[in-house]
């Protein structure tokens, strides 16, 4: 049976779709942009990294990753996967196609930052939700970093939390800047908000925090992770406030915006409290585990042995804790964080045994841009594949990338993977029943 792509209705609010979009289907390229060394040289063993038999998730799965406030290529993105369409010109107008009502729509993590606009974003995925599609949402650093942020300054100062805010760095500012106009600007909103110096004092970590904190950390991270963490914090400190600056914030007006983000994002009844509260850590369907970045060998072990609802619950429950270091800094978040640097925490063959036994075979992530579309990587020993293909506006510009970002990975029997990228002229196919047999056939 010849496989085929979920079909975009040729309407005409989809030309521009359309024109930026491959449909024809071609075998998954063997260049280095579709794959790693390590998968292009695996070609003896392919039982070790797929095992004898390969689940596919009961129902298709398109998987959309780093949006990062780019609500116009997050909303194309689902249009080019054939999941939704548009009912008429402009943002939030979208209708779920009949492909799309069964399909669960896995939105890969990294949702905020970098731009043109995080509400409007926000907006989008919520769309999705009163359209009543399966939507899991993940988590992504760039996510947390705003509740860490947001949590750190409404708690008690300690070396472990203190520097959390400051650290969202200057990615965080368009935020900052949309919600001050949107909800601020035309209010009395420093009425009860102290001067200058005071505030700074509220967002930025003590003096002696770059003293304190490799002590505070010892036990808890590794020795290049404390010493990446304080290199990053004395750039950061530098620049965040100039950062705000050239976006026309003041610190008062930054804590005043800090002060409405708690309420929009950290109350259950704030416009955006869902947010995080629909946030999942991992899902798995199938061998296939979908997550923002990597794992670690202590969440291989509770995945294993508990499953992926309990590693879900352990989150939310860290989640509301106030121990912001020990979270942040723990399996959990790694799971969101990593790029198996040796700043953090390790998978070794121990990890990746136990995740093969928990029946996971393929890692399906964001974190990681790629600008010629999805790629294969094989990382200490798992398979992974990068779907974060670089949608929003402002990493496309930084990176001379040419017109718009679209994008989505497609993951189902009847298809096998399917890469869909705007920035590779065919749509990357790993078809079913070659997959198990990929590294052989080099």
Partial sequence: MAISLPKITKKKLHQDILAHVPRELAPWPRDNASFNAKAREAKDEPSKYWGKKMQWPKRPVVFISDPHADAQAFEDSLIAAGAAERKKPGLGHLKLTKFGKSAEIIIGGDCLDKGPSNLDLLRSVKQLYKLKANVTLLAGNHDLRLRMGLLAISSQKDAGNQHLFVRMGKKIVPLFREVFDQYLADTKWDKKIPDEEACRKKLFPDEDWFQEFPFYAAGFLTAEGIDREVRKMHSKVEKFEQHCRDAGLSMRQVYAVSLQCQKMFLDKKGEFGWFFRRMKLVEKRGSFLFLHAGLDDVMCQMLLKKGTSYANKAFHRNLQRRDLFGFYYSSLANTFRTKYRDADLPLTDHGVKAIHKAGVKVVVQGHVNRAQGQRIAIKKGLVHVEADV????????NEGLAGPGVGATLISKKI????ISGDYPTVKLLPP??????????
């Fill in 433 to 442: 029943k070659e997959l198990k047999h990929l590294y052989a056939e080099q």
């Fill in 390 to 397: 670089t949608l929003d506006a402002n990493s496309r510009i």
């Fill in 416 to 419: 096998g993977i399917a890469g």
